[in-house]
């Protein structure tokens, strides 16, 4: 893992409170006066309780804490939700969600990261281009938000459409404005799987990154991302570091005892420290691409071979990460990989350059799950939501990376689409973003985007080209990095 985001392996956004100066002049307007009362100041007290007391008057919500933000209001809630939405009766759970409130009159995006929820302000892409509010929800089973006791069978992706549906039809009484829904990479597949099983909720979708891994058996393609992907050059010292930590596994796994030794990893799940070790060691090209630009080549040892085992160590641990499949580094995402090995399905790539050096192979998310939760997969899942992709898109926008492998997978759009796109940034990993597409596909998605949620400038409406965010970029608020920071280090979308 990146020596800078070592300990990142909570979902936390790592967003502090930004000044009032990145927030748009509309917004200040809207929200500034409940902002400044929440701070302390001289605004009626009618202005401050108002909007929280409208949120927390809906049953089973209730108030974690609110932040104080400039020019907006943030909250931090809990919400009961059905452990089962086909039987409701037969227990509840705590989801929790957060909500960056602007003014009821501005329209909102549905944020989900498909994992852990922030606890801090920020503001998605498409929340900026529309200058509105956002909700943000955790994936159920993601703790705090897990059932107690847990009934695995009851995290599949229409249960969580359905945790999405409740929440969005409880304040859409409140926000009734458009709606809009984003995430990226499994944000973007749970954004995806919330509008095909309720196609009336939203007004738009913006998914990026999104995997699409509609046969699991058949990963191909995947093949013949890196067989292409980058330059020969950069796929060779690649393969080169990854070839030598497999020869080198002796010694390169003495020290990686003594590593975990020192910080007190076990290898329960995945059963013996040489799996662990394997398995980083198997994610160190996909990861290089998942995360890293073409120009980091740079960064990866150019004579693998006579290199030290302190170089061939450092770039393996920078790029993968060695406690990711440790226990301690896969507690936290065991919903993930239950869900991998259940209806998401997951990659195996040939990677030929190794040889005979792997012995394991890319296990399988059974590797990576406590064998007390049973696990079957079921291959229809994904064939249903692609093919109502293909045939019912509706105002669906896709956004991927050139040189991101989840996008060897990508959705893709069939004669039934409407108004939807699927759009590629050159060079793009996998945090591309719509500023990233080349000038004419940005000015259309960014159109696309105003116009879903009802927002679009009259200039807009008559010309796409001059379409560009309602609100100003902020560095902090806006932060782009962030799900990269979420997923750095393991083979998760």
Not at 70 to 85: A, I, M, S
Not at 214 to 226: H, K
Not at 396 to 411: R, S
Request: aromatic letters at 12%; charged letters at 25%; a neutral charge.
């Amino acid at each position: 893992m990146r020596k800078a985001l070592r300990g990142i392996l909570s979902l936390a956004v790592l967003i502090g409170t930004v000044s009032a100066t990145g927030a748009s002049a509309g917004a200040a307007t809207a929200a500034e006066p409940a902002a400044k009362q929440s701070n302390g100041s001289s605004s009626s007290e009618s202005s401050n309780e108002d909007i929280k007391d409208r949120i927390l008057a809906i049953p089973g919500m209730s108030l974690i804490e609110e932040k104080p933000y400039p020019g907006y209001r943030f909250f931090v809630l809990n919400y009961t939700q059905p452990v089962d939405h086909k039987h409701p009766s037969k227990g509840t759970f705590q989801q929790r969600i957060t909500l960056l409130h602007k003014d009821t009159t501005r329209p909102t995006v549905f944020f989900t990261s498909g994992y852990n929820v922030s606890t801090n302000p920020s503001r998605s892409e498409p929340t900026q281009i529309i200058d509105g509010n956002q909700v943000s929800l955790e994936y159920r089973f993601f703790t705090p938000s897990r059932p107690a006791p847990a009934d695995w069978s009851k995290l599949d992706i229409w249960q969580a459409a359905s945790d999405q549906h409740r929440v969005f039809s409880a304040l859409k009484k409140i926000y009734s404005k458009n709606w809009l829904t984003t995430g990226g990479s499994k944000g973007g597949m749970t954004a995806t799987y919330f509008e095909r099983f309720y196609p009336k909720d939203m007004d738009g979708v913006v998914a990026y990154v999104a995997p699409n891994d509609v046969v699991n058996d058949e990963d191909s393609a995947y093949d013949r991302f890196f067989a292409r992907v980058g330059t020969k050059e950069c796929r060779d010292r690649l393969a080169g570091v990854q070839r030598e930590a497999l020869v080198r596994r002796e010694p390169l796994e003495k020290k990686f005892a003594a590593y975990a030794d020192g910080n007190s990893l076990t290898f329960n799940t995945v059963g013996t420290l040489d799996k662990a070790y394997e398995a980083v060691v198997m994610d160190y090209v996909w990861a290089f691409w998942q995360y890293s630009l073409l120009a980091d080549c740079e960064t990866v040892p150019a004579d693998a071979k006579n290199a030290t085992d302190q170089e061939i160590w450092d770039s393996v641990d920078g790029i993968s990460g060695f406690s990711a499949y440790a226990d301690q580094g896969l507690e936290t995402y065991t919903p993930y990989y239950y869900q991998a090995g259940t209806q998401l399905g997951s990659p195996d790539i040939e990677q030929p350059w190794l040889g005979n050096l792997s012995r394991y192979g890319y296990q399988p998310p059974r590797s990576f799950v406590p064998r007390s939760i049973p696990m079957k997969f079921k291959p229809a899942a994904m064939r249903d939501v692609d093919s109502w992709v293909r045939n019912n898109a509706r105002h669906m926008l896709y956004v991927y990376g050139e040189n991101d492998p989840w996008g060897a997978e990508p959705f893709r759009l069939g004669r039934g689409a409407r108004d939807s796109y699927v759009y590629t940034v050159p060079g793009g990993n996998h945090g591309s973003k719509v500023a990233g597409l080349v000038a004419d596909e940005k000015a259309k998605a960014t159109a696309a985007v105003l116009r879903w949620a009802g927002v679009a400038p009259a200039a807009v409406q008559a010309d796409p080209a001059k379409a560009k965010p309602l609100a100003k970029f902020d560095s902090r608020l806006d932060e782009r990095d962030a799900e990269l920071q979420r997923d750095q280090g393991t083979l998760r979308p």
